[in-house]
């Protein structure tokens, strides 16, 4: 999948041409992060997470869970392809961590889990957040997450307090975010193999160059989750 699929699929068609143009050329950098040699990976099996609220509805922010997440557990352990999907998924998080000025970025990949269908994030950067978001119409309806998750449709917010204010619905993980970027990772025939969610302190962060990194990190993600 090109980018410009990539755009038409997930309903972003109000994309720029140079910002098409610009996430081809991060595209083609993260290709080559991935080529170069993986001993160097330091991936993380174990993440701390939130304590979560009463029904497990939402995280409180600031209390962690007695236990870590098991991402191996979760994976179905350390085999060769669970290898493989870690080393690039976390090679490509490092890049964009190196590349933007995010202050939360994840990737989620689409699984079947104990509770049912789910988003699992399978690597991350930034403050401890929800290892899964259901994926059912009902947690749909108050996460951004799931929302795309199920849609394949992207949802960009630049101002998280406007958007509430206007009646958005609104998964809080950190106060102190005001604008996100939550993308589907598609495969070529549209289904939802995953997502990636990138967060910021500052508004209008995901524009021009912040887009295009994200667009690149989602068509990579196509042929990897």
């Known amino acids: 999948m090109d980018v410009s699929a990539y755009i038409e699929k997930a309903a972003l068609q109000s994309v720029g041409a140079d910002v098409v143009e610009k996430a081809g050329t991060f595209l083609v950098q993260i290709h080559q992060a991935l080529s170069a040699s993986t001993a160097d990976t330091d991936i993380a099996w174990q993440y701390n997470v939130p304590e979560l609220g009463e029904g497990g509805s939402c995280s409180l922010f600031g209390q962690l869970a007695a236990e870590p997440y098991d991402l191996l557990q979760t994976l179905g352990g350390n085999k060769a392809e669970v290898l493989s999907l870690m080393n690039a998924v976390t090679r490509i ?133």
């Open 93 to 225: 998080t490092a890049f964009y961590r190196q590349n933007s000025q995010s202050d939360w970025f994840g990737i989620y990949q689409a699984r079947q889990v104990k509770e049912g269908r789910a988003l699992v994030k399978l690597a991350y950067f930034g403050a401890p957040s929800r290892a899964e978001f259901p994926l059912t119409p009902e947690f749909a309806a108050m996460s951004n997450n799931s929302s795309v998750g199920l849609s394949g449709r992207g949802r960009i917010i630049h101002d998280v307090q406007a958007y509430v204010a206007g009646g958005g619905e609104y998964y809080t993980c950190d106060p102190k975010v005001n604008a996100e970027a939550c993308l589907p990772v598609l495969a070529s025939d549209g289904r939802v193999l995953g997502i990636i969610d990138a967060e910021t302190f500052r508004q209008n962060l995901y524009q021009n160059d912040e887009l295009a990194l994200l667009l690149a990190v989602c068509v990579a993600l196509s042929s990897i989750l």
